[in-house]
């Protein structure tokens, strides 16, 4: 079938002017007589971090070296360490010991609080453990490195150190000065305390988030304050959510928000790991914890993402995953008051996801990935600001003085197209260049090429810089003597609403003030974060600033490389210097579908004269109207067989009628049906219009699977655009009724005339066959494996071991949450304690605000089963779930369809984590998301 989407969104270039087409030259002057200052900040961030794991010897220390990370983040795991600890219950899972009662484990930190840390930490430092991730073997990577400043140490504690206050004192105090002793070439500027408390280890000792996330604010208010106190040059940072917390508006709610609010000292800098979210939507959520920090009158917090990375371990990512962490590297670059540190997840390892890593090793050589050859081109970036001047649209460019005697410009082609670019330096004619050393690094399908060159005799070559798609190059002046301060600097400020994360399906008003009006050197814009909760509804909405409307499609949104559907926008709007006022009112108008405003804000942005701010202007403003406006309808589900419309709409801003075409890229076995769209369309000016094709899946899939329907506009005077809608479909999933009465038994006759779903993963093959009458879902599970099923330890585990579990959907809504008629069942072929009888329970959720939690787990002893173990191993089953139990109105007949999902745990016996394979709906873990689970029709 197709691949997992790989959404593209069209380009808007955050300084947009005025685009033009593949091939023509557009000069890029840099200008280092003029500096930028960007909400305070006029510093090249130390955005380029590692982590530090593993093995790099021999030749890697030299790649390392030519990268020049600024710093990285290393661990001390003390208990689990040969420190004489004692073992807690979260260590004995990880490292396979035996577990203790949580009495047992109390009293197990207790004595671990007590000991000597100034010994143990000392020890552990300066002896080391032969383990290719001890302490000491990173802090000698890091010397052999050159590593020095920016380095963020990780260190583990649970939640019984909000017993021991002074323990978890001595604990840090011990470490930093260990470290100090044995490692004094390092500046420890960030400490790390817990590593994802968001997840069961920290989280699952408490009866509810809130107690966990209350405890971890007054285990990090205690500590913060004693480094504040004895170790001032350190920042505790955190809490180090995961990105599935981060960027979620349960997360949000949970996490975030109270820890901005209730930390006792106001939080400089903002831990989380992030995976997978565009550049875009990333910076959209970090201004919305900005604003949310100042909506309490606190300062704004930066970001420091401990953990980052690309579709983790999937070596078909690679040249992705280069355009991906280049869109975050320049949007970083761009905001350096949001973003401080990005550590790459991981430096490297010599086993497990090696594509994950800059660095991996294979035979035995360590060689570099797509992110390495980033990292390189992009390694002098260092130093203060400078302005650069750029009419190209599609080339986003960056310049900065790495060193007195040095003068860097960085271009990137975030575009889909070539792009030839003509480079300035802007250097006076008596400044002595010494050499000019230019390097470039880009993606070609999922490999990186990579060029280093010394132009320093060939000058032309700046005046016609080729730029594939995704390309970084720069350009590294080196002088003579000094490069001057620069002349002049220019500001950019922004104001935020202290309207924050406010959901909206009608309007919403928002209020904005600033304490100056635009200059004749500046320029003005609204930003703006938005999400939507349902995509299927998003076509954009309508702003009004101090009355003046401004309508929205979403491919206005900057472009960005997401693995999912896209559903939160980032968005700048140029305003005319007439409307700003002191106070402004920002409305959203709503056309009926459910938004979220994530931030607004208003930015007043300095240019180096009132004419480049004139000129620059224009640009945006002509850019505007020649850039047609689009949006691709989601298409939502498809059936095998049956066809669905695909809607595209098309807005000309321009006053007079354009010319464009349409281009339809569907994935294979989806074929478009209907009267095709001629070769070259008209729209008339300031009016729209929609083409409509029906789509439709012919060849049977196997099992639910997602692709991207690509849509490319092309107009004269603009970029191509392409727009893409996620597609889902769905094979043909019947479930026959049946008269005779279900007796449990796996060898009934019924079952013999049943078509099994069958499925297969990490050597285990399981068959699924369902069948239904009036009071029940019948379902027949056969698991065959060289295993035998192990009992759960207790019912709120009973996923650890070996399950099935029901995720069933009466009215097939496909929401992205639970809804009032989704639930969660499982049967366990084991009961607890080895019972013969098998385990059978549901999950119980609630939702909360805009997060659904799970509450409890209890038995159902209405869901009736049988299980029989298998002499050749595995087990066979036979459930029948009442549909009363779901919905006591609910009355099945033939043609209904519900949402279906039946998923298969089991525990490997070499880690004891479970295995969740989805058997029905699209691969993976079908209890994060009810719109992933497939469709059953009632026969």
Request: proline share 6%; net charge negative; hydrophobic share 40%.
């Amino acid at each position: 079938m197709f691949s997992p989407a790989r959404c593209i969104l069209p380009v808007v270039c955050a300084a947009a002017s005025t685009c033009y087409a593949s091939g023509t030259v557009k000069e890029i002057r840099v200008m280092p007589q003029v500096g930028v200052k960007i909400n305070g900040f006029d510093e090249v961030q130390p955005i380029f971090n590692a982590n530090v794991n593993g093995s790099s010897r021999g030749e890697a220390i030299e790649l390392v070296r030519d990268i020049r990370l600024n710093g990285a983040r290393a661990f001390l795991w003390t208990p689990f360490s040969k420190v004489k600890a004692p073992m807690t219950p979260w260590a004995a899972k990880q490292y396979k010991g035996q577990p203790v009662s949580k009495e047992e484990a109390l009293d197990a930190w207790d004595k671990w609080y007590s000991q000597d840390f100034d010994k143990s930490v000392e020890e552990v430092i300066s002896r080391g453990v032969e383990s290719k991730g001890s302490q000491q073997y990173q802090l000698k990577l890091f010397k052999e490195w050159g590593l020095t400043g920016n380095l963020i140490f990780h260190t583990q504690v649970d939640g019984s150190a909000d017993r021991h206050p002074e323990g978890v004192n001595r604990y840090y105090g011990a470490y930093i000065d260990a470290i100090r002793r044995h490692a004094p070439w390092l500046n420890v500027d960030f400490i790390q305390v817990t590593n994802e408390p968001n997840y069961p280890w920290w989280s699952g000792q408490f009866k509810s988030t809130k107690e966990s996330v209350d405890t971890w604010i007054r285990v990090f208010n205690r500590l913060d304050s004693f480094l504040r106190e004895k170790y001032p040059e350190t920042r505790l940072i955190g809490p180090c959510t995961a990105s599935s917390e981060a960027f979620s508006w349960g997360g949000f709610k949970n996490w975030t928000r109270p820890v901005l609010r209730d930390v006792k000292h106001p939080m400089e800098f903002f831990n989380y790991h992030l995976y997978d979210v565009g550049a875009y939507s990333h910076l959209a959520w970090m201004e919305m914890f900005q604003a949310e920090a100042e909506s309490y009158s606190r300062p704004r917090p930066q970001a420091v993402v401990t953990e980052i990375n690309y579709e983790l371990g999937n070596k078909d990512a690679e040249g992705n995953r280069f355009l991906w962490f280049a869109q975050h590297i320049f949007t970083a670059l761009d905001n350096p008051d949001k973003f401080s540190a990005l550590s790459y997840h991981l430096l490297a390892y010599p086993n497990g996801f090696n594509h994950a890593y800059i660095i991996m090793e294979k035979d035995g050589k360590f060689i570099p990935t797509g992110p390495y050859w980033l990292y390189w081109a992009m390694s002098s970036v260092r130093g203060r600001y400078l302005y650069v001047d750029t009419n190209n649209s599609a080339v986003r460019a960056f310049a900065c003085s790495p060193a007195p005697k040095q003068l860097l410009a960085c271009l990137f082609n975030d575009g889909v197209k070539e792009q030839v670019a003509g480079l300035a330096s802007g250097l006076p004619g008596t400044a002595g260049v010494e050499k000019v050393i230019k390097r470039i690094a880009y993606p070609v399908g999922q490999a990186v090429k990579h060029q280093e060159e010394d132009i320093t005799r060939n000058p032309d070559a700046l005046s016609r810089l080729v730029l594939p798609p995704g390309a970084i190059c720069t350009v590294n002046w080196v002088l003579h003597d000094e490069l001057p301060a620069p002349e002049k600097t220019v500001c950019e400020r922004g104001y935020y609403s202290r309207t924050v994360a406010s959901s909206f399906n009608d309007d919403l008003a928002a209020s904005v003030s600033v304490d100056k009006l635009p200059g004749e050197d500046e320029n003005a814009f609204l930003r703006l974060g938005v999400y939507n909760d349902d995509p299927l509804f998003a076509k954009g909405l309508t702003v009004q600033f101090n009355g003046h409307e401004m309508p929205i499609f979403w491919n206005q949104a900057p472009e960005e490389l997401t693995v999912d559907n896209r559903t939160a926008y980032w968005l700048s709007l140029p305003l005319e210097d007439t409307w700003v006022k002191k106070d402004n009112v920002v409305k959203l108008l709503c056309p009926g579908a459910s938004y979220r405003l994530m931030f607004i804000s208003v930015v007043l942005r300095q240019y180096p004269s009132a004419e480049i701010a004139k000129r620059m202007m224009e640009g945006i403003k002509d850019n505007q109207v020649k850039e047609i406006k689009a949006t691709v309808e989601n298409i939502g589900p498809i059936m095998f067989g049956e066809a669905r419309e695909l809607v595209v709409t098309v807005f000309n801003p321009s006053p007079s009628p354009r010319q464009f075409k349409l281009n339809f890229d569907v994935p294979e076995d989806l074929v478009l049906k209907g009267v095709d769209i001629p070769q070259s369309v008209s729209v008339q000016g300031s009016e729209s219009v929609s083409f409509k094709r029906g789509i439709i899946c012919e060849t049977p899939p196997d099992g639910v699977v997602e692709g991207k329907v690509a849509v490319r506009i092309a107009s004269p005077g603009m970029l191509e655009k392409e727009l893409s809608s996620i597609v889902t479909v769905y094979p043909e999933l019947n479930a026959t009724k049946t008269n005779e009465p279900v007796n449990l038994n796996p060898d009934q006759e019924l079952w013999r005339d049943v078509k099994p779903i069958v499925f297969e993963a990490t050597g285990i093959k399981t068959s699924t066959e369902l069948r239904w009458d009036e009071n029940f879902l019948y379902a027949r599970i056969a698991v065959h494996g060289d295993f035998q099923p192990q009992a759960s330890d207790s019912i709120g585990g009973f996923w650890i071991k070996d399950s099935i579990e029901f995720f069933i959907d009466l009215n097939n809504s496909k929401g992205r949450m639970y809804g009032k008629d989704d639930r969660q069942f499982f049967v366990c072929p084991v009961g607890l304690e080895g019972a013969v009888e098998p385990l059978r329970g549901h999950v119980v959720r609630e939702q909360r605000g805009d997060f659904v939690e799970v509450v409890d787990t209890i038995s159902e002893p209405r869901i009736q089963a049988s299980s029989r173990l298998e002499k050749e191993g595995g087990y066979s089953m036979v459930c029948a779930i009442p549909w009363k139990i779901i919905s006591p109105d609910f009355k099945p007949v033939k043609g209904t369809r519900i949402g279906l999902d039946v998923a298969m745990n089991h525990a490997r016996s070499t880690d004891n984590i479970a295995l969740h394979t989805s058997i029905i709906g699209l691969k993976g873990k079908p209890y994060l998301r009810p719109d992933k689970w497939g469709i059953l029709t009632l026969k």
